[in-house]
């Protein structure tokens, strides 16, 4: 079992900047990566990165714009947002999928966090 904790959410106006960080119970190499949900859609995924790093894949709705990383020394895994928009307001998703390390394509989470708000005003 992983416990997957996110931060950092908050309200901002557009054009603004937000870092969401995202702490595991314990140490993983797994890919992880974030989804969102906005009030009233599904959620989707945003960004997904490899075991180590250097492998990452974004939505195109947020490439150019967001960046996620992660320090598996610290168990953390990062989602720096900038030029946010307001279409980018939702409960933002920690996930983690123990199926790959690797990333290819969209990720199959089997963990989630609880989710973190971020509001962006217009």
């Known amino acids: 079992q992983v416990q997957l904790v996110e931060s950092g959410g908050g309200l901002v106006q557009t054009g603004g900047s937000l870092r969401l960080s995202c702490v595991a119970s314990r140490r993983t190499f797994s890919a992880m990566g974030w989804f969102r949900q906005a009030p009233g859609k599904e959620r989707e995924f945003v960004a997904a990165i490899n075991w180590s790093g250097g492998n990452t894949l974004y939505a195109d709705s947020v490439k150019g714009r967001f960046t996620i990383s992660r320090d598996n020394a610290k168990k953390m895994v990062y989602l720096q947002m900038n030029s946010l928009k307001p279409e980018d307001t939702a409960v933002y998703y920690c996930?983690?999928?123990?199926?790959?390390?690797?990333?290819?394509?969209?990720?199959?989470?089997?963990?989630w966090g609880q989710g973190t708000q971020v509001t962006v005003s217009s």
């Open positions: 996930a983690l999928d123990t199926s790959r390390n690797v990333v290819t394509g969209e990720i199959t989470p089997d963990y």
